[in-house]
């Protein structure tokens, strides 16, 4: 399907804001909520997602647009630090990731990319990207309240927000149907205020003017250590919301501008964040879904969703409009997003015809999906908190059978 808007293309003005909005909306649930669960004020983490998405789009030429938010993947060792040795460590952890990720960028510009279908063949990117949507499934769920004894109104107000968003979609007109998760959560947003479950308090809470910290980072051989292990298992993440991103929006950026490319930004951005005293970065899947249901892959649209983070995290009763947004309404949205994440993976193994009749093929892809989706951690002997999340740990598990198990003869 042709899209409303290609990557170089450029909406009109109004159009780009309310494209920017979107995205920023859909990622704002995850990008404040990591935050939150680490302990961190979630309006630095909405500053250093503007700052990160713009330094992305920049080191990727403004060829490959994504928004960069908060990574769930380094939750764990981010508590682990934040506790044991305070907000300057978290950095320094944040600095360890941007320069391993750097290391990557640099052996991958020189060995080119045509190792990728050799360490990461469809079988293996395919199931890796679709437990990244399936694995996030009893978020999206939960958020909604339709778990056991969850809230029955908040399940409606979360399904009448999907309802809202799956008609937008179809409306013929262009316009409407592109920006159908504004619209999806404008309609939640308005019903749960009808029904009184939307809470104001983060408007009076949020500060007037939130002025950004600058952290100076410190570091220990243990920071320095689980930094680099997680950092090794979310690039194997990162390529694989790289490799979508181009399916999505029909261009090979692994090749131009480059793999290297992409991993330099997601990098840097990472450590931007650190010295701004948020957690590590990542792209989004939010993003691929917004884009896979829109069909508007506009790079300015990206550059408008950096601006208006940063607009939003500076003025704090900004920013405390988004944080009043049931997260109900957001889990009727995800119910879609991280679907569409999942079905891209799917497409991937179809698309390139991969054969389960080869015991090879179905082990890898067996393996990787029970794992990623079965909440598998990995955890050291003794610590408290897991080391790589399952989506990490399934994929590298996923590498490493597709490395060591024998290609079967043709018959």
């Given amino acids: 399907m042709k899209p409303i808007y290609d990557v170089e293309e450029r909406p009109p003005f109004a159009k780009s804001l309310f494209y920017g909005l979107q995205h920023l909306l859909a990622c704002f649930g995850a990008t404040v909520l990591v935050p939150m669960l680490v302990g961190i004020n979630p309006l630095y983490a909405l500053f250093s997602a503007g700052i990160g998405t713009l330094l992305y789009l920049f080191i990727t030429k403004f060829k490959v647009p994504n928004f960069v938010g908060s990574s769930f993947a380094f939750i764990g060792c981010a508590i682990m630090v ?113 029904f009184g479950r939307v809470d104001y308090s983060a408007i009076t809470n949020a500060p007037i003017i939130n002025i950004p910290i600058f952290i100076v980072p410190k570091f220990n051989g243990t920071v320095i250590l689980v930094f680099s ?104 949205l995800c119910i879609l997003l991280y679907g569409t994440i999942a079905v891209n993976g799917l497409k991937q193994l179809v698309v390139n015809k991969v054969d389960f009749d080869k015991k090879r093929n179905l082990i890898i892809a067996s393996v990787i999906f029970i794992l990623g989706c079965g909440g598998s951690v990995f955890q050291l002997p003794g610590s408290t908190y897991p080391l790589l999340t399952s989506i990490a740990f399934a994929a590298i598990v996923g590498i490493i059978l597709n490395l060591v198990l024998p290609q079967e003869k043709e018959e």
């Fill in 82 to 194: 934040l506790k044991t040795y305070g907000p300057e460590y978290l950095a320094g952890g944040a600095i360890v990731s941007a320069v391993f990720y750097t290391i990557i960028a640099f052996l991958v510009w020189k060995a080119g990319s045509g190792w990728i279908n050799k360490v990461l063949p469809p079988v293996v990117i395919g199931p890796v990207v679709a437990v990244i949507g399936l694995s996030l499934a009893g978020t999206a769920i939960s958020m909604a309240g339709a778990t056991e004894g969850g809230d029955f109104t908040a399940m409606l107000l979360a399904l009448a927000t999907l309802v809202i968003t799956i008609i937008a979609m179809f409306i013929k007109n262009k316009f409407i149907s592109s920006i159908s998760i504004v619209i999806g959560l404008a309609g939640g947003y308005l019903l749960s205020a009808i």
């Fill in 229 to 332: 292990l997680v950092s090794f298992a979310t690039i194997c993440e990162h390529i694989g919301h790289t490799i979508v991103t181009g399916q999505i929006i029909n261009k090979d950026v692994v090749k131009n501008p480059g793999l290297h490319r992409t991993i330099l930004g997601d990098g840097l951005a990472t450590g931007v964040a650190g010295l701004f005293g948020s957690v590590a970065n990542t792209t989004y899947g939010e993003s691929l879904g917004v884009m896979a249901t829109t069909k508007v892959f506009s790079v300015f649209v990206f550059i408008f969703s950096g601006a208006l983070a940063i607009i939003l995290s500076i003025f704090g009763k900004l920013g405390g409009v988004l944080q009043t947004i049931p997260s109900h309404v957001l889990g009727g």
